[in-house]
């Protein structure tokens, strides 16, 4: 696990996440929630039989609304803050567990059908190594990844760190928050490293910002 993931989960266990919490309360993003929950919808073909586990839920908007629509679906999180409020707005089954360093099946007795990691943009490439190990473990035989990567496409601010990872520490100019943040930003080629002997790719669009390019999404398919 990298000091940037450690930094990252010491922020918002120090008032990060209750900063985020209040992001969210202010402006709920409710079109980009439902978009999301429509694209995950399509991509399980609305099988309610699959078993869903989120890793990084944060407020937990995706997993309360697959729980809503009859999905049996599991909320993560390693920061005790956001495991609250997971719980608060009813989430079922809630777990607390970091996805880099735990033992996925020490905590889950099950291999899951769709994991979804959705904007954790605080990993470099070894954790991003390491998250996509874990979920290949952790998925049943033909198992679902969604995953969405910032695009270094747009960011050619960015530095470089030894183990190839673009990234800058910063404050998002429309979340001002008091502490900068570790965000990492991949190209396709990246991730196409990281899948390669591991997932099949079965959807990659870009979204968000004006020019639609500002995330990678994909879906990825466990190679058996
Ligand atoms: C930017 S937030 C996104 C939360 C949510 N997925 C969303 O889209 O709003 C990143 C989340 O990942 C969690 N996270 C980061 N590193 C983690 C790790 N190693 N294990 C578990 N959760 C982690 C953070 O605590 C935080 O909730």
Same mark, same amino acid.
């Given at each position: 696990? %990298?000091?940037?993931?450690?930094?990252?989960?010491?922020?918002? %266990?120090?008032?990060?996440?209750? +900063?985020?919490?209040?992001?969210?309360?202010?402006?709920?993003?409710?079109? $980009?929630? +439902? /978009?999301?929950?429509?694209?995950?919808?399509?991509?399980?073909?609305?099988?309610?039989?699959?078993?869903?586990?989120?890793?990084?839920?944060?407020?937990?908007?995706?997993? #309360?609304?697959?729980? %809503?629509?009859?999905?049996?679906?599991?909320?993560?999180?390693?920061? !005790?803050?956001?495991?609250?409020?997971?719980?608060?707005?009813?989430?079922?089954?809630?777990?607390?567990?970091?996805?880099?360093?735990?033992? @996925?099946?020490?905590?889950?007795?099950? $291999?899951?059908?769709?994991?979804?990691?959705? /904007?954790?943009?605080?990993?470099?490439?070894?954790?991003?190594?390491?998250?996509?190990?874990?979920?290949?473990?952790?998925?049943? !035989?033909?198992?679902?990844?969604?995953?969405?990567?910032?695009?270094?496409?747009?960011?050619?601010?960015?530095?470089?760190?030894?183990?190839?990872?673009?990234?800058?520490? =910063?404050?998002?100019?429309? =979340?001002?928050?008091?502490? $900068?943040?570790?965000?990492? @930003? #991949? %190209? $396709?080629?990246?991730?196409?490293?990281?899948?390669?002997?591991?997932?099949?790719? +079965?959807?990659?669009?870009?979204?968000?910002?004006?020019?639609?390019?500002?995330?990678?999404?994909?879906?990825?398919?466990?190679?058996?």
């Amino acid at each position: 696990m %990298s000091e940037h993931n450690i930094n990252t989960i010491n922020m918002y %266990s120090s008032g990060g996440a209750q +900063e985020y919490i209040g992001h969210n309360e202010i402006d709920p993003e409710i079109e $980009k929630w +439902e /978009r999301l929950f429509n694209y995950v919808e399509n991509q399980i073909k609305r099988d309610k039989t699959k078993r869903i586990i989120e890793f990084g839920s944060g407020c937990g908007q995706l997993a #309360f609304m697959l729980q %809503s629509a009859g999905y049996d679906v599991v909320a993560t999180d390693i920061v !005790d803050d956001f495991l609250k409020e997971q719980n608060r707005i009813g989430i079922n089954k809630v777990k607390k567990y970091n996805f880099l360093i735990d033992n @996925y099946d020490d905590i889950f007795d099950f $291999k899951a059908d769709l994991i979804v990691s959705w /904007r954790n943009p605080h990993l470099d490439m070894d954790d991003m190594k390491k998250l996509f190990d874990v979920v290949y473990n952790g998925l049943s !035989d033909n198992g679902l990844f969604i995953i969405n990567f910032q695009n270094s496409e747009v960011h050619p601010e960015a530095e470089l760190l030894p183990n190839g990872t673009k990234y800058n520490y =910063k404050i998002l100019e429309d =979340k001002q928050t008091n502490e $900068k943040r570790f965000y990492a @930003y #991949f %190209s $396709k080629e990246d991730i196409d490293n990281l899948r390669k002997d591991l997932f099949e790719i +079965e959807e990659y669009h870009n979204e968000g910002g004006k020019e639609q390019k500002n995330w990678h999404v994909l879906t990825l398919r466990k190679i058996n």
